[in-house]
């Protein structure tokens, strides 16, 4: 792949943004299990699914890329890419913290399919951490759903937290459960606005 650059585009192409897929396979899911210790005396167990499909979260209306402009006020939105010489390879966008929130959202992250498991979502990451850090907010919440295991791997292996399981969260993929981290950026210089 070569030398792999992280950039904030300002302004950010979303066009471009978005030409990086956010496909994968679902081969497995996250379900909630009642396990003492654990959040809320919830754990998640993973179960193989009885024929895998593909998701992909930009064919749902309103969440490709481009069209978030139109949902979204993106004016104060930051949007890092990750090159590998002139070719887009993956993207990361933050969010500033809400109003009464010391914490910033991971709005997304991805990487091509090709590229993954290279590296690229944890220089995202740290990358996204970095930002938050620097603009002095306490910390990244990020949410994935019960399909996207690896997501919710990656999520732990970068040190979230998981903060929350919400069953049926999302009306136009019912089912589905949302599951809410935490990062408390470790390791980077928040000042704690």
């Not at 300002?10 to 959040?39: I, K, M, N, Q, T």
């Not at 167990?45 to 969440?63: C, H, L, M, Q």
């Not at 994935?144 to 040190?159: K, S």
Request: with cysteine; net charge negative; glycine share 12%.
């Amino acid at each position: 792949m070569g030398q792999l650059d992280i950039v904030e585009e300002r302004p950010p192409d979303l066009e471009a943004y978005g030409e990086v897929p956010s496909a994968f396979l679902v081969r497995r899911v996250l379900v909630p299990v009642v396990r003492a210790g654990c959040l809320g005396g919830l754990g998640l167990e993973e179960r193989p699914v009885a024929d895998a499909w593909w998701k992909d979260y930009d064919a749902i209306e309103g969440n490709a890329p481009a069209s978030w402009p139109a949902h979204h006020d993106v004016s104060s939105w930051r949007v890092l890419a990750a090159l590998a010489g002139h070719r887009r390879v993956g993207g990361a966008v933050v969010t500033p913290p809400p109003a009464g929130a010391g914490a910033a959202i991971l709005h997304d992250l991805r990487v091509r399919p090709e590229n993954r498991g290279a590296g690229i979502g944890r220089a995202l990451f740290e990358a996204a951490a970095g930002l938050v850090a620097a603009a002095g907010w306490r910390g990244l919440e990020v949410e994935t759903q019960d399909v996207n295991v690896a997501a919710f791997h990656f999520y732990v292996e970068v040190g979230c937290e998981l903060r929350a399981i919400e069953a049926d969260a999302y009306p136009r993929c019912p089912g589905e459960a949302r599951l809410t981290f935490r990062h408390p950026l470790a390791g980077h210089a928040a000042t704690g606005r």
